[in-house]
């Protein structure tokens, strides 16, 4: 991954997409692909920016480039991919969107500890994996990630990542909107 570039970095991760996007999303009904496309896809329909919409499409790319390998239902610790994916980004990435995804599993701990009825919805992958990434925050955890500038967007990242599991849910592809990815990429080379 050395070798990226600012003119590279989008076919990198479209690449990324097209051969892996049919693995299987940590015990979902949607595969990864599936997944990220669908977060993209429902912040697009609800009108949200563009940098909300490129997170919500590359808050799980660690999973794919993460030195620790892919989440499973039978994993006794964190792979840390919401770093992974971050650190892939950020040279490229205006830091909202590296913010975003590297954040939305804290923003998951948060909304955990913030708002009970959270908890209640989460899937049973999602319980799992906050049991290994440190369950909800606690009251000064809470307070520490409430003055992050970027909270409002990190939450609505997290939102949009747990709505993106509908295995009847069409989507575009990645190409879709790959036009709006580069057009964050310049934005940030500028």
């Known amino acids: 991954m050395t070798d990226l570039t600012k003119d590279t970095i989008v076919a990198f991760l479209g690449d990324i ?80 969107i590296t913010d975003c995804v590297r954040h939305h599993v804290a923003a998951k701990r948060y909304l955990c500890a913030t708002r009970p009825e959270y908890f209640d919805a989460l899937s049973e992958a999602s319980v799992h994996s906050l049991s290994l990434q440190g369950g909800p925050m606690s009251p000064d955890e809470v307070a520490a990630f409430e003055k992050n500038p970027n909270l409002e967007k990190i939450v609505a990242v997290r939102y949009l990542d747990d709505a993106g599991k509908d295995p009847d849910m069409e989507t575009p592809d990645f190409w879709h909107f790959a036009p709006m990815v580069q057009r964050m990429v310049d934005r940030h080379a500028a």
């Open 17 to 96: 997409f097209d051969r892996r996007g049919d693995e299987e999303y940590l015990g979902e009904p949607v595969t990864m692909g599936q997944h990220m496309l669908q977060g993209a896809t429902l912040a697009q329909r609800q009108g949200h920016d563009d940098e909300t919409i490129v997170a919500a499409l590359l808050h799980d790319i660690g999973h794919f480039t993460s030195e620790f390998g892919t989440f499973t239902m039978d994993d006794t610790h964190d792979r840390f991919h919401e770093e992974a994916g971050a650190q892939v980004l950020d040279q490229f990435f205006p830091s909202i």
